[in-house]
T-cell receptor, first 111, second 113 residues
Framework: NAGVMQNPRHLVRRRGQEARLRCSPMKGHSHVYWYRQLPEEGLKFMVY????????ESGMPKERFSAEFPKEGPSILRIQQVVRGDSAAYFCASSQRGEQYFGPGTRLTVT | AQSVTQLDSQVPVFEEAPVELRCNYS??????LFWYVQYPNQGLQLLLKYLSGSTLVESINGFEAEFNKSQTSFHLRKPSVHISDTAEYFC???????????WGAGTKLIIKP
């Protein structure tokens, strides 16, 4: 059973470009969470999704950030018009009941 | 509001010495508690968890943590550390069946040879 997969592992974008981060949950898991880890900080919750539904997006910045988890395919975290402050590690986790399993993360660097 | 405090941002310790990484939380309801480990350039892995039952929980690699409700703590301990334990350790809490994990800022464990 493959774990949570994220791609790309490293992403470099220039200011103003779009970043798309993908997360494939563990087989059988229908709950996906996105977290952001800024340098020297802990993880901050961004959004919680189930298939085709956003359950809680209270941690998402109001502008430029969006997330989806379609019926088929991976969950996508989309950042439009990236700025230097978006540089961080973005982790995805999945669960079915309770415990969350994490992917290896995507390290986004905005130049 | 619920919060998690990891007082030490870094803990240096000699190899084969004991270590304790501290975690305190604030919550007025029942909680589930977790320790996650992040090895260099890797994602997070669950190290151990407390959901109910015995307040002392153990991991397969020699770590243990004790849930202390009166002190609202869940400190992580290992009697003898190894160089391979070099990592960042995160404490996390969720209230009851709430899905959202609240995270501490992490503690870097630095093993000195």
């Amino acid at each position: 059973n493959a774990g949570v997969m994220q791609n790309p592992r490293h992403l470099v974008r220039r200011r103003g470009q779009e970043a798309r981060l993908r997360c494939s949950p563990m087989k059988g898991h229908s709950h996906v969470y996105w977290y952001r880890q800024l340098p020297e900080e802990g993880l901050k919750f961004m959004v919680y999704l189930q298939k085709e539904n956003i359950i809680d997006e209270s941690g998402m910045p109001k502008e430029r950030f969006s997330a989806e988890f379609p019926k088929e395919g991976p969950s996508i975290l989309r950042i439009q018009q990236v700025v230097r402050g978006d540089s961080a590690a973005y982790f995805c986790a999945s669960s079915q009941r309770g415990e969350q399993y994490f992917g290896p993360g995507t390290r986004l660097t905005v130049t | 509001a619920q919060s998690v405090t990891q007082l030490d941002s870094q803990v240096p310790v000699f190899e084969e010495a004991p270590v304790e990484l501290r975690c305190n939380y604030s919550s007025s309801v029942s909680v589930y508690l977790f320790w996650y480990v992040q090895y260099p350039n890797q994602g997070l892995q669950l190290l151990l968890k407390y959901l109910s039952g015995s307040t002392l929980v153990e991991s397969i690699n020699g770590f243990e943590a004790e849930f202390n409700k009166s002190q609202t703590s869940f400190h992580l301990r290992k009697p003898s550390v190894h160089i391979s334990d070099t990592a960042e350790y995160f404490c996390a809490v969720t209230e009851g069946s709430n899905y959202q994990l609240i995270w501490g800022a992490g503690t870097k464990l630095i093993i000195k040879p």
